[in-house]
């Protein structure tokens, strides 16, 4: 289905690059894998190659919707519930969707929470995660360096205060 050097979206890992195809044993039987080097974090990260369509593998999003996705961290509008247990059920709901404007969404929401009513720890480390993910495929699709678009990112939401 992929081939070496196709960069793919891993949904609640982020976005790599097809590095190499393994055949290894597990369980007794022989099994190919997708070595995939994630961008962010240098790790290296193994999918079953008969997995792909139920784990949600897909590939990164084209140049072209970078700005759809840098419009969604702009949005002024935040989830508004207000019970912590809901919000994180939906948010997680939305980063294990694999889709890249789910996770803008997360992302935005959580930074604009935490400059105002700050956030728990949980939601700390959800939005961490959802950062890592958003940064590792927009690094991908813009063939940008990991600073330059956490520097987008910031300066994206951060621009809703003014």
């Not at 097809?18 to 240098?42: A, C, N, T």
């Not at 930074?111 to 590792?136: D, F, H, V, W, Y």
Request: net charge negative.
């Amino acid at each position: 289905m992929y081939s070496i050097g196709d960069k793919i979206v891993y949904p609640m890992h982020g976005a790599g690059v097809i590095e190499s195809i393994e055949e290894r044993e597990f369980l007794g039987g022989k099994q190919d894998y997708y070595v995939l080097k994630m961008p962010v974090g240098d790790m290296r990260v193994m999918i079953p190659t008969g997995n792909v369509v139920g784990i949600g593998i897909r590939e990164i999003i084209h140049s072209e919707e970078i700005e759809k996705v840098l419009k969604i961290l702009r949005e002024q509008t935040v989830n508004v519930t207000t019970n912590w247990n809901k919000r994180y059920r939906e948010n997680m709901v939305k980063i294990k969707s694999g889709s890249i404007y789910e996770v803008a969404d997360v992302v935005r929401s959580l930074m604009l929470r935490e400059k105002g009513k700050g956030l728990s720890t949980g939601e700390r480390k959800m939005l961490n995660s959802a950062k890592q993910i958003l940064i590792s495929e927009l690094v991908l699709a813009k063939d940008a360096d990991q600073l330059d678009i956490e520097l987008i990112i910031d300066e994206c939401v951060h621009c809703l205060d003014e």
